[in-house]
């Protein structure tokens, strides 16, 4: 997502509003759009959940509610749209009275994790960023070494010890993570970070925050990955799991079923089904204004601006067909600042095979470079998407960017969650040379410490400099 809209809203949605071509069709948004505002103090009333209730901009109907806690009184001033009634503002205080005192509900299914080593993160984060930054602008051809950056900026409700789980390159399918950085600002805010096996699924960073109240605290993280042109990893997704209905892929609905049919290739190819799945969502007009990202409820808005609902509404259009299919969270290198993008992986003739719903890029199936992975959905985190979770929209499945875990602290400001990717240099990486940098991460992995030779190998600029990196003791 870009960091603000013509208008001088604040982006809301994991996705790229201004940047897809489905996105400018739309030109300056009209009424219909959803409203794009900071987020009052309420952990609850998050920049992605508060745009979700559906408060839009005009013309203005001010509702203030007092919300009680043990221990302080919150203020939440609440800008509605023109047709929304009482009920929905009480049931909104109601959710938000209960959200700051709890803890978000996850799959349960994470490991204790191993610490990283903090000694050298600040200097190897500084040289990370300032290599993808100043890295030109362009499409990858091929693979090689590609970069990605991202942050987020945090807000303490409540003076103490926080966490919140964020997501990180994957080793999976073609792409090895060469190193991998995080730190805070200010420094001594961050007081932990593990790296942490979700069973049956991402490596993802645990981070223990420490602040005081209304104290800001920004996250930042930078990581080189290796793109091959050959298979690192055997996609480990059994094909049969996803083929079942989920709260956020209905694939056994029958609006979704009814399109499904209307949308079969008389040739009976999947390829060409997904194609007619994306062109479909591309000519969606938007007929009001959506509330949620599931299957259903983009079918109903029919906005085609949101990366996350268009992969569940074209995940259930192939589960409905007896295709299995998921979304994964992306970054593409294309030097676009983003939040997260979403496409889908769907199982085809025994291989897993990628596209992108929302056009961004129409390939398909796509290229391994045309992507960095950051998280595959599972069926538990498709199953938690529509239960209200603080900082993030009904319908997004969980653990695919940003997941607070209590409700003590709040995603704030204009730059509350970015990420970006850049394509650094163009290669054919040695299958020595593969095989070792998947060592060294798993190595990573197990120890939380990167080697002198993944540190070496971030700056490598073709095949024969990454190999000698990579051997470095």
């Known amino acids: 997502m870009n960091k603000g809209f013509p208008d001088g809203r ?6 790229h509003p201004w940047s897809s071509p489905l996105a400018r069709q739309h030109g300056r948004w009209s009424n219909k759009s959803v409203e794009r505002t900071s987020a009052p103090r309420c952990s609850f009333v998050s920049h992605r959940f508060y745009s979700i209730i559906g408060f839009g901009e005009s013309p203005p109907l001010a509702a203030v509610a007092h919300l009680w806690r043990s221990r302080q009184r919150m203020k939440l001033l609440i800008t509605t749209r023109k047709g929304v009634c ?14 700051c005192n709890r803890k978000n509900e996850g799959p349960g299914n994470i490991s204790p994790g191993v610490v990283i080593e903090q000694p050298g993160m600040i200097p190897l984060q500084e040289a990370a960023a300032k290599a993808i930054t100043s890295a030109p602008p362009g499409v990858s051809k091929g693979g090689g070494l590609a970069g990605a950056l991202g942050g987020a900026r945090i807000k303490v409700l409540q003076a103490g010890t926080h966490g919140l789980l964020i997501c990180m390159p994957q080793l999976a399918d073609t792409q090895v993570p060469v190193c ?15 790296l942490c096996q979700r069973e049956d699924s991402n490596v993802v960073v645990t981070v223990q925050l420490n602040g005081s109240r209304d104290q800001e605290i920004q996250i930042d993280w930078a990581s080189i990955i290796l793109i091959a042109h050959r298979p ?24 979704v079923m009814k399109l499904a049919d209307k949308l079969w290739p008389d040739s ?11 062109e479909f969502i591309r000519n969606m007009k938007q007929e009001k204004q959506p509330r949620s990202m599931d299957a259903l409820g983009i079918l109903e808005s029919r ?37 997260m993008h979403r496409i889908v992986e769907y199982f085809d003739s025994g291989q897993w095979l990628k596209f992108d719903p929302s056009s961004l890029q129409k390939d398909i ?24 979770r603080m900082g993030t929209s009904l319908g997004c499945p969980y653990g695919q960017e940003l997941e607070l875990l209590d409700g003590g602290i709040t995603l704030w400001g204009k730059d509350f969650f970015w990420t970006i990717g850049k394509a650094l240099a163009e290669f054919e990486a040695s299958d020595e040379a593969v095989d070792l940098a998947k060592r060294e991460w798993n190595r990573f992995l197990e120890s939380g410490k990167l080697s002198h030779g993944q540190i070496r190998a971030a700056s490598a600029t073709n095949a024969a400099g990454l190999l000698e990196a990579l051997r470095t003791k």
Do not use: F
């Open 10 to 15: 604040r982006g809301v949605y994991p996705c």
């Open 86 to 99: 009482l009920t929905a503002l009480v049931s909104a205080a109601l959710v938000a009275s209960a959200g």
């Open 180 to 194: 991998y950085s995080i730190t805070t600002t200010p420094r001594q805010a961050g007081t932990g970070y593990r």
């Open 232 to 255: 690192i990893l055997p996609n480990p997704g059994r094909p049969e799991p996803y083929l079942q209905e989920t709260s956020c892929v209905q694939s056994g609905a029958r609006q």
């Open 268 to 278: 009976g190819k999947i390829d060409a089904y997904a194609a007619n799945i994306q």
């Open 303 to 339: 906005g085609n601006w949101i990366c996350t609902a268009n992969a569940n509404l074209a995940a259930a259009l192939l589960r409905s067909k007896h295709i299995p299919a998921r979304s994964i969270a992306v970054i593409p290198p294309l030097a676009q600042r983003l939040e």
């Open 365 to 388: 199936p796509m290229k391994p470079w045309q992507n960095i992975i950051m998280a595959k959905s599972t069926i538990a985190d498709e199953d938690i998407a529509m239960k209200p």
